[in-house]
């Protein structure tokens, strides 16, 4: 019998049912038809999204966009007392 291979998405699908589903990883291999020390290298392979690594690129570009929004929000805050004083200055 050949050596099989999996896709991608199967295998992240594996990997979520051994982390989302809560199945065994005994379980969700027999399930599936593959074997456990396969899954268990899928397991290490494809890590979680709550990893500190993903998590820290997470906030990193969550702080990156903040950022861009309120340096976005005082040019808008300044664009708008310029306008309040100028109107204030000039009554039509």
Known sequence: MGRRS???EFKLS???LV???EYSVVEAAKS???DATSLRGWLKKFPADDSPAATESGL???VRQLRAE???LLLEREI???ATAFFARNPS
Do not use: C, P, Y
């Open 14 to 16: 594996a990997v979520r």
């Open 70 to 72: 309120n340096k976005r």
């Open 6 to 8: 999996f896709s991608r």
């Open 19 to 21: 982390r989302e589903k």
């Open 80 to 82: 708008l007392k310029k």
């Open 60 to 62: 990193r570009a969550e």
């Open 32 to 34: 599936l038809g593959v």
